[in-house]
């Protein structure tokens, strides 16, 4: 197990490496100089433009940049916005709860009805409700979000007025970031605070949870019926076992293992739906926060919050595979 | 009963295709999607001669007209008309077009891209295969439209720029898969053979090799033309896509932010569109994956 454990860590490296490269020359591949670009047609005094590519370390030859680069990271440091000079790092971190609490509430919302609606189709093969569901299943992945999410605020938020349209929490309460996730913290506020960040919250979750809902269900579905077909579940159908207790006990929990590592490697996904939901929604999220940072020409900004995404992502995906290698020694070699 | 015969008799091999679509004409999805997309192509191709008007074309006195069976409607208009007076079925049709132009350009060139990547790195191994395949690791990392922001925010946006990012975020699909293939079919008898035979390595690569592998890539196209269009109208939609008055499905939605809440008309047709061709290449796809390789049977 050690052994496999120290594989795959160096294995990461030099994709790490490679993901700070990419991120590093993010800044030297926009056409022109990034503080000439970001004074746009107003122009800059030659000398203040010196200076700045000076602080910036922009007058360094390209390896020297890039070294620099890398020990900068090394120490945490991921550079300062242009625009609100604050550091990247306090951004992102200040940011980054919105984002997970919206993400973990999708996949919570996907995985509860998800799993039963694939189990079902699997359990009644072939009937009505498995060919629904599959022409479910494959609409929702082809669902665009963002249309999807302004069709569901257009019915309701403005048409039925069921739901607020944007943000994390009414404008009439104030919350202390404590933890930085709205429903934790509003636990200590009133519970009209309560109600109101749930409400938020429900129409973001269900349109970031579409796309996953229908991976889960179909892939629930298509493990159930490999697994329905083993000789231990006709031995404990044989046994005398109940239907229900075969299908859930026996079959659900072998048939889950491959679902529970798609959900895991699909988290690159997930944040792609996050910066569109985000958007549509305005939750002040980083999907939110690097969309702006765009417009705004705030290169550190996209760069910084670039990296920290990608070295997320690399710590998931090897988080799911030693996941995957200590529930099934076989992968282990 | 004769004619058809001889019909059919010049024909290599009359009952590969024959066999292909029955197992595909079983999945009625895919006959769905299929006919779908029968149906965009033909839009598209007669887009000039179907649309009542020009894509770009201001009525000025038809602001947010209605579809026709809503009360004030036009049946100039079927659809109705967006906040400078387009019509929006027009715009529609030429979208179509836009929008298989998108999906089939960019999967062509990624699979091209993809699939020469895929087989040197098969071929060439060592630190040449290493390198492109990390290469790749690294490009899987980022989540896929996060990357293709930051391309388009390099190269500046506009349709052609969110294409080539398209191209780039889908390259490491094609290039895994066509590797994966290529290394096991250069195991068989008949690559080696041909190699002793003399063949060079450009001749084994892409007329012994590649001509095996085709199965799983044409089933990667047909998804990937999903993808593309979905990404690319998600590009669209937060600006850095095709730039306005382009008719594309997704910068439309991205004009009809600030006033949908009053015309919901503008908001439902596009991204309606977009889901439907979508579904129709994901269905398609499904159908292929099933008929072209028996093992993914379900």
């Known amino acids: ?333 | 009963m004769s004619l058809a015969q001889t019909a059919a008799a010049p024909k290599a091999d009359p009952s590969r295709f024959r066999l292909f679509w029955r197992s595909f004409a079983e999945n009625r999805g895919a006959v769905l999607g299929l006919f779908i997309m029968c149906v965009l192509v033909t839009l598209a191709i007669l887009a000039d001669v179907l649309a009542l008007h020009s894509p770009i074309e201001q009525f000025r006195d038809h602001f947010l007209t209605p579809p026709l069976w809503q009360a004030g409607g036009d049946s100039e208009f079927p659809l109705g008309t967006d906040d400078v007076g387009r019509d929006m079925l027009s715009r529609l049709i030429y979208g179509a077009r836009l929008s298989l132009i998108i999906g089939g350009s960019v999967a062509s060139l990624a699979l091209i891209t993809g699939t020469t990547l895929g087989l040197t790195a098969a071929f060439a191994g060592g630190i040449v295969d290493i390198f492109i395949m990390r290469v790749m690791d690294i490009l899987l990392v980022f989540p896929s439209l996060l990357l293709a922001i930051v391309i388009v925010s390099i190269l500046g946006p506009g349709l052609f720029n969110a294409m080539l990012a398209v191209v780039v975020v889908t390259l490491p699909g094609y290039t895994r898969l066509s590797r994966a293939s290529a290394l096991s079919e250069m195991a068989r008898d008949y690559v080696t053979a041909t190699r002793c035979a003399g063949a060079g390595p450009l001749r084994l690569m892409f007329v012994t090799v590649l001509p095996n592998c085709l199965a799983p890539l044409i089933v990667q196209v047909s998804l990937g033309f999903a993808t593309a269009i979905l990404d690319a109208a998600a590009l669209g939609f937060l600006g850095l896509g095709a730039q306005p008055p382009t008719p594309e499905w997704g910068t439309m939605l991205a004009g009809a932010l600030q006033y949908y809440q009053r015309a919901w008309w503008v908001l439902a047709f596009p991204g309606f569109s977009i889901l439907i061709t979508v579904l129709a290449f994901n269905l398609f796809g499904d159908g292929l994956r099933d008929a072209l390789d028996p093992k993914l049977k379900r």
């Open chain 1, 1 to 333: 197990m050690l052994r496999f454990l120290l594989g795959r860590v160096t294995l990461i490296i030099p994709t790490f490496v490679g993901v700070t490269f990419l991120s590093f020359i993010l800044l030297h591949l926009i056409p022109g100089d990034p503080i000439e670009v970001r004074a746009g047609e107003r122009g800059i005094d030659p000398v203040r433009l010196e200076e700045l590519r000076h602080d910036y370390g922009l007058d360094q030859p390209l390896w020297k940049q890039f070294l620099d680069y890398e020990v900068q990271i090394a120490h945490g440091n991921l550079g300062v916005s242009m625009v609100t000079r604050e550091t990247v790092w306090n951004e992102f971190s200040t940011l980054f709860p919105a984002t997970i609490e919206l993400t973990i509430s999708a996949i919570l919302f996907a995985l509860i009805i998800g799993i039963p609606l694939g189990v079902i189709a699997a359990v009644r093969r072939g009937s009505p409700f498995d060919y629904g569901l599959m022409g479910m299943s494959v609409t929702g992945a082809s669902m665009p979000i963002f249309w999807w999410g302004l069709m569901m605020i257009l019915v309701f938020s403005v048409a039925l007025g069921w739901t607020p349209v944007s943000g994390r929490i009414s404008d009439a309460y104030f919350i202390e970031p404590w933890s930085g996730f709205m429903l934790v913290d509003c636990w200590y506020s009133d519970p009209g605070a309560c109600r109101s960040a749930f409400s938020h919250l429900i129409l973001p979750t269900i349109v970031l949870g579409t796309n996953p809902l229908a991976l889960i269900a179909r892939m629930t579905r298509s493990s159930m019926l490999e697994v329905l077909n083993e000789d231990y579940i006709r031995t404990a159908r044989a046994k005398g076992l109940v239907a229900s207790r075969v299908v859930i006990v026996h079959a659900l929990r072998n048939a889950l293992i491959p679902v529970v590592t798609v959900i895991g490697l699909s988290v690159g996904g997930l944040l792609s739906g996050a910066i569109l939901t985000e958007t549509i929604f305005s939750w002040p999220g980083v999907g939110h926060w690097l969309i702006e940072s765009i417009q705004r020409r705030d290169y550190p900004v996209l760069q910084g919050g670039t990296l920290v995404i990608g070295v997320l992502v690399i710590l998931v995906n090897l988080s799911v595979d030693l996941t995957y290698g200590y529930l099934n020694p076989r992968i282990r070699r």
